[in-house]
C-alpha cells in the first residue's frame, strides 16, 4: 500500500457536506484511513503565478463523529507537487469553473488530476451524453418553443424537460400537450427562446428508480437505485428520493462496455450514469456521488479502489512519494 501521498481537493466548502452522503466526504475518510493527507480548497482558492498553478490550502482531517472535519492554517502549495488533485465541486459548471479547468492545464502530466480538466470542460452533463445518443431515450436540444411542442407531439403527446446546466433535478420537469401551463413553462425554461433546454421521451420506468452506475476507469464500481416519491417525477437524493440496493443488468453492462472507450480518451475516471429502464439519461462528471450508500449496501469501502487508483497513478509520476515537499 503505497503511504503519505498528499491530496488538493477542490470542492465546496466543508460546512456544506454532510458526512453521512457525501463522496467527496467518503473519500477524505478513505484517504486519512490510508494514511494520506488531505488538504481543503475551494476554486477561488486557485490561482497562477508566474505562468504556474498554486491554490491556498488548508489541511482538513475528517472524523465520523462531531465535530465532522477539522481545518489547518492555510498555505500555498504549487499543485504540480502534490501527489494528486481531485476536482470534486458541484455543479454549476459557470465561468468560475470553466476557468478552474483551464487553471489547471497547468498542471496537466505533472500530477495526476481526477477527472481530466479538458474532459470536465468539454462533458457538459447533459450534451456529453448525447455522444452516446444510440443508448438514449429520443432527445432533443434546442431553445425553440414551437420545435419543442412539435417534437413532444412526435412523442406522443408527453415529455420530459431539463435545464442544460441543472444538477439535482433542478428545473426538471414532465410537460404534456393537454397542460394549459406547457406554453408558459416552456418559455419560463427557455428564456422565451434565449436558453437551450432539454427534452427528452418520458420513461415510465422511472416509478421503479433512476440506476446510478458508479464507474472508475470504465469499470463497474457498483450501482443505487434512487427511487422517486410518489408525488414527484424526480428521483434525485436531493429532492426526497430514496436510495435502494440493485444489480447492474447485462444489458447495463453492455452499454457501459460500449461507452467506455470514449469516457477513458476524455479522462473521464470517476463517473456516475443515470439509467433509466436501461436507457442512458445522463453521464455525471464533475462531482458524481453515491459511493457512500453504495459502500453500505455491499458492506465494504467503495472509495477504497478510488483512493487506490489514485495511489497507483501518483507512484507512477513519482515513485518516491514521500520527497514530496509542500
Ligand atoms: N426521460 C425521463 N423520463 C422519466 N424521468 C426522467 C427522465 N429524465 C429525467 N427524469 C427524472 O428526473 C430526474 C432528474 O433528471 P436528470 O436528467 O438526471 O437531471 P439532474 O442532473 O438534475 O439529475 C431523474 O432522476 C428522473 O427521476
Ligand atoms: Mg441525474
Redesign the pocket.
Known sequence: MVRGMRLVYVMDPMERVLPDKDTTFAFLRTSLARGHESFHCEPRDVYLKDGDVHARVREVTVSDASPYFKMGDPRDVRLADVSAVLVRKDPPFDAEYLYLTLMLERARNRTVIMNDPRGLRDAN??LYTLHFARHM?RTMVTSDRQRILDFVDELGGEG?V?PLD???????MMISKTDRNTRSILDVLTLEGRRLAMV?????K?REG?KRVLLLEGQVLGAIL?V?RADD????IHVG?TVEPCVVTAKEREIVADIAPRLLEDGLVFVGL?M?GEKL??V?VTSPTGIQELSRHLGRDMGEPVIQWIEQRASDFRPNLRSIPV
Open positions: 452533463e447533459k431515450p420530459v431539463k441543472g444538477a439535482g433535478g433542478s428545473g426538471v427528452q421521451e418520458y420513461l415510465p422511472v433512476d434512487r422517486p417525477l424526480r428521483s434525485n428520493g443515470d433509466i439519461t445522463e455525471n
